[in-house]
């Protein structure tokens, strides 16, 4: 009987509604007015202080993010190459082992070069011997003839010979430095990003929401650029200079098939991923700019 009277007064209770009733007037013209008539009258002038203020601590918040994350890898980098890196490779690689040549690449570079330069040497020689004069240790009392003029550019070679020497050790010396000192900016900025998350968050709103801020017309024109160049038809040579930068940099020789292999399959990855991310987020977050892409692209 408790139970049944028990039921019977819940049933009678109304519950509160979670969802607001539909009127005539849509809500957002509802909380538009109210937003306007708030600003025209009670407190506007607060109101539009406290406005400038947020979008103030949004920009100076957003340009010390950018400079932090530019400017700090790049110091560290600098000041660690020049007062420990290059100190101490300099020391390892001149004072404990006798190697010139970081690998065979360099070597084989380094011999191309000087076979170039002795071919040089001797057609010059051969066009303008008077040019050449010989040195103290190699004088002869009846002069030269057709079989003397390799001991007479011998100085020059051995001389050529020495600077391709001092330049390759310092290529491999820098090229060892180089790849330390990336590694080192490289969790430079992982640290920079993980301590200043709160400040990036909010430079990634600001961004996003200069993004959207832009035009139709500009934001796919902004779309089209980034995609041509990284996906476009002559985005392919771009890659190949950018890998052979690269692997220079580190002191390793341009493969030619990883090159082709590479500039085959990247950028057909990303141009898949672009085509995704158009169809599957942009076409939701603007359709606008998506009828737009199309049309400048077509």
């Known amino acids: 009987m408790y139970?049944?009277?028990?039921?019977?007064?819940?049933?009678?209770?109304?519950?509160?509604?979670?969802?607001?009733?539909?009127?005539i007037i849509p809500r957002s013209i509802i909380r538009t007015l109210n937003r306007f008539l708030t600003?025209?009258?009670?407190?506007?002038?607060?109101?539009?202080?406290?406005?400038?203020?947020i979008s103030r601590y949004q920009i100076l918040v957003s340009l010390q993010s950018l400079l932090s994350l530019i400017f700090i890898p790049l110091i560290i980098n600098f000041l660690a190459k020049t007062f420990i890196l290059i100190p101490l490779t300099d020391y390892l690689?001149?004072?404990?082992?006798?190697?010139?040549?970081?690998?065979?690449?360099?070597?084989?570079?380094?011999?191309?070069?000087?076979?170039?330069?002795?071919?040089?040497?001797?057609?010059?020689?051969?066009?303008?011997?008077?040019?050449?004069e010989t040195p103290n240790w190699a004088t002869y009392e009846t002069g030269f003839n057709a079989l003397e003029f390799p001991v007479i550019l011998k100085s020059q070679i051995q001389k050529k010979t020495l600077d391709l020497a001092n330049n390759y050790n310092q290529k491999s010396i820098e090229a060892l430095t180089n790849f330390f000192g990336d590694l080192i900016t490289?969790?430079?900025?992982?640290?920079?990003?993980?301590?200043?998350?709160?400040q990036i968050i909010i430079f990634k709103s600001f961004l996003v929401e200069f993004i959207y801020s832009l035009s139709d017309t500009l934001k796919s024109a902004l779309l089209i650029l980034s995609t041509n160049l990284l996906v476009g038809f002559h985005?392919?040579?771009?890659?190949?200079?950018?890998?052979?930068?690269?692997?220079?940099?580190?002191?390793?020789?341009?493969?030619?098939?990883?090159i082709f292999?590479?500039?085959?399959?990247?950028?057909?990855?990303?141009?898949?991923?672009?085509?995704?991310?158009?169809?599957?987020?942009?076409n939701k977050i603007s359709p606008s700019t998506v009828a737009t892409y199309h049309a400048m692209i077509e």
């Open 93 to 132: 690689w001149n004072k404990q082992q006798d190697d010139i040549f970081l690998n065979s690449y360099l070597e084989k570079e380094a011999l191309t070069e000087l076979q170039d330069f002795e071919e040089v040497l001797y057609f010059d020689y051969f066009l303008t011997p008077t040019r050449y």
């Open 39 to 53: 600003q025209l009258f009670q407190n506007s002038n607060n109101l539009v202080i406290e406005e400038f203020r």
């Open 186 to 198: 490289f969790g430079t900025l992982t640290l920079v990003i993980i301590i200043l998350k709160p």
């Open 261 to 282: 292999l590479f500039v085959a399959t990247f950028p057909v990855l990303l141009d898949t991923i672009f085509k995704y991310w158009i169809f599957r987020y942009l």
């Open 235 to 258: 985005s392919p040579r771009g890659w190949e200079l950018f890998l052979e930068f690269f692997l220079n940099r580190f002191g390793f020789p341009p493969n030619e098939n990883f």
């Open 3 to 23: 139970n049944n009277n028990n039921i019977r007064f819940k049933s009678k209770t109304k519950l509160p509604r979670s969802i607001e009733p539909v009127g």
